[in-house]
């Protein structure tokens, strides 16, 4: 059974850093396609950044240059490096993963395996 479990979420200052893991259960992430996504209260479900088999990564414009997406294929992690975070960035942050054939975009609808998320809270 699969299982992707995220941890690392937190309370942090604005301009504070956190790093945020994705374990999950039978992927090769060498050949897997991933993916951060995040979502606040009373708003959809956003792609934060993506990360495909080849290592070639896309971002949200609005965590360009703050937020780095990368994986350790030897470990079976995912990370996602938060640094200057904004108030805005307060969501609940959720890992996805999808075996090849895949391609890793944005879209919500281009993953079939997710995490329970977790929670980061950024104060002004």
């Known amino acids: 059974q699969v299982q992707v479990v995220e941890s690392g979420g937190g309370s942090v200052q604005a301009g504070g850093s956190l790093r945020l893991s994705c374990a999950a259960s039978?992927?090769?992430?060498?050949?897997?396609?991933m993916a951060w996504f995040r979502q606040a209260p009373g708003k959809e479900r956003e792609g934060v950044a993506a990360?495909?088999?080849?290592?070639?990564?896309d971002y949200a414009n609005s965590v360009k240059g703050r937020f780095t997406i990368s994986k350790d294929n030897a470990k079976n992690t995912l990370y996602l490096q938060m640094n200057n975070l904004k108030p805005e960035d307060t969501a609940m942050y959720y890992c996805?993963?999808?075996?090849?054939?895949?391609?890793?975009?944005?879209?919500?609808?281009?993953?079939?395996?997710w995490g329970q998320g977790t929670q980061v809270t950024v104060s002004s």
């Open positions: 996805a993963a999808d075996r090849p054939p895949c391609i890793a975009t944005m879209r919500p609808t281009s993953y079939n395996y």
């Open positions: 039978q992927f090769t992430y060498s050949t897997s396609c």
């Open positions: 990360i495909a088999n080849n290592g070639f990564t």
